[in-house]
């Protein structure tokens, strides 16, 4: 009877050992987890950090512009149907939508950590666009028709009588991108950094249960 209660208390242990040994395996990857996504905020600040120091001047052109370029592009044709106005505006609107219905749909998800890092993509978009809305009487900025005078924002404003107020919008849209951008750092440390509070369990739950025959379960 003493051999068989040591044999049980021994598999105890070992059933022990092993909940200890998944638990340290789960904190180590909850930790290189928080580790990495640190390490993506870091390299998308020193990203966004290009932008914040040609703050009035449109010298940095990055991948994300690119895919910015594409995607206004394309925006173009989307809003084709709705008319004139809109599609020329359409290019504008696309290379915002894009990148907020990629944040709408990590919010859903509740996945913060990744709507916030799209929200840099956002605040991004809107630096590059307000680039374009304050070069809209210069026209200065090289465009892929070669011809200055398809500038979309020389178009829209003089539409709308505001051309005047080019730079003046155009600084406006920079300031909501870099709130969008200060906001995205602060909620990605916050995301990357936040541990949600365990579950309480009962001492029951947490042990294991030997059987007679030797064999653990939890």
Known sequence: MRTYGCAVQARAWLAVAVVRRHIARVTADERFTRNARLIGIVLAALYVVRYLNTWAVPDTWTFLDDIDLAIHEAGHMVFMPFGEFMMILGGSLFQLIVPAVFVGYFARQKQWYSAFF?????GQSCFNLSYYIADARA??????????????WTWLLLEMRMLEHDTSIGNGVRVIGLLLIITAVVGCVRAATYKAPETPRSFAHKTPIVARNGSVSE
């Open 118 to 122: 799209v929200l840099i993509w956002l």
């Open 139 to 152: 026209r200065e900025l090289p465009l892929l028709s070669g011809d200055p005078t398809s500038h979309d």
